[in-house]
Structure formats: C-alpha cells, structure tokens
C-alpha cells in the first residue's frame, strides 16, 4: 500500500457523506495527491479498491482534472499564473525570474528535487496579481523581494526535512 | 455607489466564527424561515425580490428554485458552485474565506425551498483555503444543530458536504459540475433534460453561486422589497465586482447595480496604473466583449452592459491599457479556453485549437494574408453549435476583438511585429 492508514481513513469517512460512492473518486484523488505530490495507476489501483469501484473509472476521472501531476514533481509545486489579469502585471516576467532564480525552465524540476516550476490558469486570484500558488497555498502581490524571501524560506525548510506538507 | 451588502462585516476577521456570525443577526433568517415559512413562501420571496444569478448568466434565482417539481418522489440536490474560474474573477473566494457562514445560511435556506435535505460545496481544487474556511463553517453549524438532524427542533434534516474539484474550468458550467460531483469527467450534458428534472444522480437539482445564495439571508431578514428597491429597475440588489489588470487599487468592490463604471474605476480603482492612458475593458470576465474608452460610463448592470454590447457576466473587469498589444490578449485568452475545452463537441474542441494555432503564429509574426477571415470563419462555426456556453465563451471576445481592433490584428500580419508591445516587468 501507497496510501498511509490516515489518508485511507480519510477517503473512507469522505465516501459515506455521499448518496453513491462513485463521488468519492475525486476526493479520494485530492487526499492521494496531498500524500503524494502526484497521482499514478497505483494510486488508482488503491482507491478503485476502497471505494469498490472499478480501475478504469478513478484512472479516467483522474487523467481529465490536470491539478493534479502525474509525474513525480518537486518537493514544492510552484505554479504561477499566466492568464490574462497576471500577464497584464508582468507575470511572464514572473517565470522567467523564476527560471532564473532556479537556475531550470518552465516545467522542470530543480536537481536537488526541492522546486518544479509551471505555469497554470486563472487561480481566481485576479485582483491580488501576479501571483503563484506552492503546493496549497496562494503566494500574492508579488514583487522581486517577496519571491526571493519566499524561496528562501521554502528552501530552509526542505533543508530541516519537514514533511511533505502538499 | 458602493454599498455593502454581502461586504457588510467582511473585514470584520472573526466573522468567520460562528458566535460572531450570530452576533451580527446570522442564521436568523434560516430559523425564520424553518420555522415560519412554507417552502413556497420562501420562492415567492425570492422572486419579488428579482435576484438574478451572479455566476455569469444572470437567471433570476426564485424561478430557477421555482422549476423544481413539486411532486417528484425522487430527493432534490441543492448545489453550490464555487467553482470560480472565469479569468478576472476573485469574488466567490473573498466570501467564502471571510463570510463562510453567509453561504452556508444560503445554502440552507435554498435548499429548504426546494425540499432538498442534502446539499453540496463544489470548490474549485486549487482553494484549498477557502474549501478549509467552508468545512470548518459547517462544522460549527452541525455543532450548534443548526445543520443536521431536527434543526431548530423543525423536524427538518439537511446535511452539508464540501466536495473539491480538480482544476478543470468546465466544471462552472453546471452540468460538467454535476458530472464532477458523481466522479466522472467534469464534461457537459445536453439539456434538456434540465437539472432541475434530472441533475445530481438523476434528481432534480438546483445549482446557484456562492455570491447568489450569500446574499439569501439577507433578502429573507431585510424582506424582499427592501432588495428589490436597491439597483435599476431590472437589475436589482448589489453585486461584487472584481476589478484586475492596469488600475491604482484593484479589489473586489460591492457595487448598487447600475452603477457606472466610471465610479468603479476611478472613484474606487483610483484610475489607470502609472496613469496610462485605458486602451480596452473586460467588462464581465474573460469571456464577455470588450468595452472602449468612450464608453467608461455605462451603468453596470445586465441590460446596460448587454445595450453596450458586452455581458455583466460573473463582475470581473479587467482594466487594459495602451501599452497592451490586443493580439498578445487574445492569444492568452484562446490558450486558455483550448486548455479548458472539455473535448466533447468537435465545433469547440477542434475549433480552440485551431484558433489558438492562427492567432499564436500571428502573434509570432508568422500571420499570412486571410488569417483573419479563417478566424472568423472558425468562430461562426463554432458559436451556438456546442452544449455548453464554452465555445461561446472562447468565440466571444475574440469576435469582439477582430470588431474593434482588427487594424491591430491586420497591422500584425503585415509587419509581422506587434503594433504596440511592452514586457510587463512584475515589481
């Protein structure tokens, strides 16, 4: 098993808040993806197995939602938005002192495993812009100093080995 | 003007705890209405008071619950979608982060009118905040008994679930949210049948946005005339307008509907960025026509913005200035509408793609002679030939676009560079 005996308690206590257990799947693949950074058919297989529905169903839903990776990713997901209220406030500027801030383009990951960096639409975050999102949490009004400060203490924090808080 | 409705106890940080909810009247109105009111009283209320949805398409609230067959034996669903993701939008996630429980009380109260005792939150995924704010409101409520078993010793039940979708846009449309919600792929169903017939699970459903079902509570305190007599004569009560891109002081703003947007802007927005002179307005999110210059003083409102020929669509105007190349706009917007397509009708599924490939090469100063007229052939073939208002919401403001500033487009094809072009440099 992938899935630690808390996620699995999770999923199960969210699947009898619903009338038919099929609607669990997402949640399911919210609490495997929180777990894991990322999804995979043996994640599928597992939660296919809890919910008792079958394989093909949770693989299916999981490869239409693209929040969630399926490949393995960095210790922290940065994903910065590039929609159009961002952009207007220099959001690819963003990205590019991203990428050069971590020395990787677009859609790689750091050597160490510590950053990926993508870029993502509209995060509802329009008014705050630019903004970028790292793992669960909304970074916003985003300036030089900010981003810098930001990464350092994600860094400083990898390097204390604390959990993999997605 | 603005006036503050919804916004009334938003910077208020512990009105997100449920003793200080109630202490500013909350969940007065969902007692009131268990314990002295018929479901369709409730509906009656909600039609005189004329709220219309604020999700985007404006449907007046009380009829929308009033489709709701009386004699079906089958449970109803109410759903509430907070799945907001129209580019410019940032409304739904200000109210669930700091005024969880006026949802929550809206929910409640809507799905009591339409004789629902299960009623669902689907959040966007990526507001894990907000969907946390949410969960947490519920909580306390069930705590309290105000959700549950026999509230308010009424005898009616109603339980409240959170449901996190997985970053798809689709899914604000609210079939695709109904299929998300059962844990399929978030695609559209073709209607009819309506979910009012056959939604959540096959049962008749009612889905309304965070913003109209906030705003419940007050309409059953206040009366619903006291609603009705704020706004214009059709669009009646406040609305949040999100307000992005090149302005002084962005933010969500309550607005009297009919107000200008001149006001918005300026007296509020504090005007253009580094005063730079406005070149276009996204009225209504992404999706919407834009708006010129000269028409900075339509009133904001359904019909007004539907006169200047644009939609009030979900509230999001986007400010864009004259350093802003309007073939980078599109392109950005396009890209994002392919991405989102949920792939079943071929007209936009096929048809974003290839938009995005035309506009992406003009933008690249690749464009060749009679790009334009193949855009615009696309978009005919793709407007009001799919199931869902996505390809419409993809089509729009590019036919928009092409209308008011096709010498821009035109200009791009022949000198193969942008008209106008600033690298926008975050701070």
């Not at chain 2, 049948?193 to 939604?199: D, H, K």
């Not at chain 2, 009646?236 to 090149?246: E, R």
């Not at chain 2, 406005?278 to 209504?284: D, H, S």
């Not at chain 2, 007209?347 to 690249?364: K, N, S, V």
């Amino acid at each position: 098993m992938i899935l630690k005996e808390k996620a699995v308690a999770e999923i199960k206590s969210r699947m009898v808040r619903y009338p038919h257990r099929k609607s669990a799947i997402l949640p399911a693949l919210t609490v495997a993806y929180r777990q894991e950074g990322h999804l995979s058919p043996a994640l599928y297989r597992e939660i296919a197995k809890i919910i008792e529905v079958p394989y093909i169903e949770v693989a299916e839903a999981a490869s239409f939602y693209t929040m969630f990776p399926k490949e393995p990713v960095g210790k922290y997901l940065i994903q910065v938005c590039h929609n159009i209220s961002c952009a207007l406030l220099g959001a690819d500027s963003l990205i590019h002192y991203l990428e050069e801030k971590l020395g990787i383009t677009k859609g790689e990951t750091t050597p160490d495993d510590i950053f990926t960096l993508i870029s993502v639409e509209c995060l509802g975050s329009c008014a705050t812009a630019p903004m970028m999102q790292i793992n669960d949490k909304f970074y916003e009004n985003l300036t030089r100093e900010k981003v810098d400060r930001i990464l350092e203490e994600l860094r400083e924090q990898a390097r204390n080995g604390k959990e993999n808080t997605v | 003007m603005e006036k503050k409705i919804l916004f009334k106890y938003i910077d208020d940080p512990l009105q997100v705890n449920i003793d200080t909810y109630m202490s500013h009247g909350g969940y007065k109105a969902w007692e009131k209405v268990l314990k002295s009111m018929k479901p369709a009283e409730v509906i009656d209320e909600m039609k005189k008071s004329g709220l219309r949805g604020r999700g985007g398409a404006g449907f007046p609230a009380g009829m929308k619950w009033s489709f709701i067959p009386k004699d079906s034996p089958k449970p109803r669903y109410l759903v509430c979608n907070a799945d907001e993701s129209e580019p410019g939008t940032c409304k739904d996630r200000v109210l669930m982060e700091h005024d969880p429980h006026a949802v929550v009380e809206g929910m409640a109260i809507a799905a009591y009118a339409i004789g629902s005792h299960q009623a669902f939150c689907y959040v966007r995924g990526e507001f894990a905040y907000p969907a946390a704010m949410m969960e947490k409101a519920i909580d306390e409520a069930y705590s309290k008994g105000i959700l549950g078993k026999n509230i308010f010793k009424s005898g009616y039940d109603l339980e409240m679930v959170v449901h996190t979708g997985g970053g798809a846009y689709i899914c604000g449309e609210e079939t695709a949210l109904l299929n998300s919600l059962e844990g399929e792929r978030g695609m559209s169903r073709i209607r009819p049948p309506f979910p009012a017939i056959e939604g959540l699970y096959g049962c008749p459903t009612v889905v309304n946005n965070v913003e109209t079902l906030a705003v419940v509570p007050q309409v059953i305190n206040m009366g619903a005339e006291w609603y009705a007599a704020i706004g214009t004569e059709k669009s009646k009560g406040t609305k949040i307008f999100s307000l992005s891109g090149h302005i002084k002081r962005p933010g969500n703003y309550e607005l009297e509907l009919g107000t200008k947007l001149s006001y918005l802007m300026n007296d509020l927005g504090g005007g253009m960025l580094d005063g730079h002179k406005l070149k276009a307005i996204i009225p209504g999110g992404s999706s919407t026509p834009f708006l010129l210059p000269n028409q900075i003083d339509t009133p904001l409102d359904y019909e007004s913005l539907a006169a200047a020929g644009s939609m009030l669509g979900s509230g999001a105007v986007i400010v864009i200035d004259e350093r802003t190349c309007m073939v980078w706009v599109i392109e950005r917007l396009i890209h994002f509408y392919k991405h989102e397509s949920c792939g079943k009708c071929t007209p936009c599924r096929e048809g974003t793609g290839w938009l995005e490939q035309l506009i992406g090469r003009i933008e690249a100063g690749e464009g060749q002679q009679g790009d334009l007229e193949k855009i615009d052939s696309i978009c005919d073939n793709i407007l009001g030939r799919t199931i869902c208002p996505l390809g419409d919401a993809a089509v729009m403001p590019i036919q928009s676009a092409l209308k008011l500033f096709r010498d821009e487009f035109q200009y791009h094809i022949d000198n193969k560079k942008c008209l106008v072009k600033t690298e926008f440099e975050f701070k």
